[in-house]
């Protein structure tokens, strides 16, 4: 893991802020990068450093909902909100096998529906977006899920993150998939200003290849659920400190960090993690049968 530069030191070709309460600049302590004058193309050099050592740490990265195909995964991800892709993957193989397709889910009991979905949280009004999106799909698209942005947003309950989402990891179309995390971490990392995912969307892809957008989605998603916590980030354990303005932002001694990581980096779980970076194509099984150990 690269060695973390001194929490204060300005990233080169940025300016060093004036150290605030506690030895922090204002700036981090306020959860802003520090970078101010950046060009871009050394944003764009730090951006892709920071995406390459994101894939050296994390080469079993994938999309972390369960799903055979496009239908699945787009009812998946309508799942997803407002609640984990650990739940949602606990109640996906009951609903998948009761409800394998769209006109079987347009034709379906909301009731029944909404027993199998209960623990999502929402679950009446994202059965009321199933059945409405299921409905479309039957209607319009002869019950086989479009692989175009354009018609995907237009599906109930269908925004640009779910639609990227579906795009990009059962299409294999280029997406960036702006969730929390991500939205998050681009702040962080000073891709980015913005608040909007739209305006994140669009600040980001134009820092990397197209060909790159999905699995960076996917390794920024991941530290942010491993490493870089909304609350308490392990700066101290963080294999992108070096080029990271947000540096500091969180616990920096390296011990105290790495009791904050989670998941298969959690202390404890070495065993889990070695058998993921021996075996980077069996990932996402290998993360459903931890899982079940778990429950
Ligand atoms: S955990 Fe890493 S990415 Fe997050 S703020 Fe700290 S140094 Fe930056």
Redesign the pocket.
């Known amino acids: 893991m690269a060695s973390?530069r001194a929490a204060k030191a300005p990233l080169a070709g940025s300016t060093a802020p004036a150290a605030g309460a506690g030895g922090v600049p204002p700036a981090?302590a306020a959860g802003m990068p520090v970078v101010s004058s950046e060009s871009l193309l050394g944003l764009k050099r730090r951006a892709r450093r920071?995406n390459r050592a994101l894939a050296e740490k994390y080469p079993y990265a994938h999309a972390e909902l369960d799903f055979r195909n496009p239908f699945e995964l787009l009812v998946a991800t309508v799942l997803s909100a407002q609640t984990t892709d650990v739940t949602v993957n606990q109640v996906t193989p009951l609903l998948f096998a009761r409800y394998p397709d769209p006109r079987a889910m347009a034709e379906a009991d909301p009731a029944a529906i909404e027993e199998i979905i209960k623990a999502t949280g929402f679950f009446r009004a994202k059965t009321r977006s199933l059945v409405a999106l299921c409905t479309r799909l039957v209607d319009e698209y002869n019950g086989v899920v479009p692989g175009r942005l354009e018609d995907l947003v237009t599906l109930p309950g269908v925004g640009r993150k779910t639609a990227n989402v579906v795009l990009g990891n059962a299409f294999g179309v280029p997406g960036i998939t702006v969730d929390t995390h991500f939205g998050r971490?681009a702040r962080?990392?000073g891709w980015t200003q913005s608040e909007d995912p739209v305006q994140i969307e669009y600040d980001v892809a134009e820092l990397f290849e197209k060909r790159d957008w999905t699995m960076l989605s996917h390794r920024v998603v991941f530290?942010?659920r491993r490493?870089?916590?909304s609350r308490r980030?392990?700066?101290?354990?963080?294999?992108?400190?070096n080029w990271?303005?947000?540096?500091?932002?969180?616990e920096?001694d390296s011990a105290k960090?790495a009791k904050l990581l989670k998941y298969e980096l959690a202390p404890g779980n070495e065993a889990l993690l070695a058998q993921l970076q021996a075996e980077t194509h069996r990932a996402a099984e290998i993360r459903m049968e931890s899982q079940k150990r778990i429950q």
């Open positions: 973390p981090q920071i971490l962080r990392f530290h942010g490493v870089c916590h980030p392990a700066c101290g354990a963080c294999p992108v400190a990271c303005p947000s540096y500091g932002l969180g920096t960090a």
